[in-house]
């Protein structure tokens, strides 16, 4: 059984950085494409960023435009661990930020798999 246990959440000011991170266990976890999404309150569940393994050491990710340049993802194949580092945080990044996995490579749609999720919360 897959499990994923995220971490880091909090309260921050705006322009204020957080990294948040995502513990993976029951598979093997190095070759999964993996991803973070976030739901606001009255919203849908959206996507953040996604970072896919392909092949040897090359990763690449992919992320929304509302984040682009500000957050960065990354993997820790040795800790079973995925982080999204957030930084210039704005109100508007408020939401339950949520991991995901793809039982594969490539992440498309949603994950296969989930957190439970872990609130960030930005104050103006």
């Known amino acids: 059984q897959v499990q994923l246990v995220e971490s880091g959440g909090g309260l921050v000011q705006a322009g204020g950085s957080l990294r948040l991170s995502c513990l993976a266990s029951?598979?093997?976890?190095?070759?999964?494409?993996m991803g973070w999404f976030r739901q606001a309150p009255e919203k849908e569940r959206e996507f953040v960023a996604a970072i896919s393994w392909r092949g040897g050491s090359a990763y690449y990710a992919d992320y929304a435009d509302s984040v682009k340049g500000r957050f960065t993802i990354s993997k820790d194949n040795a800790k079973n661990t995925v982080y999204l580092q957030m930084n210039s945080l704005k109100p508007e990044d408020t939401a339950t930020y949520y991991c995901?996995?793809?039982?594969?490579?490539?992440?498309?749609?949603?994950?296969?798999?989930w957190g439970q999720g872990t609130q960030v919360t930005v104050s103006s």
């Open positions: 029951g598979r093997t976890f190095s070759s999964d494409a």
């Open positions: 995901a996995g793809w039982n594969g490579r490539n992440w498309s749609g949603r994950g296969d798999y």
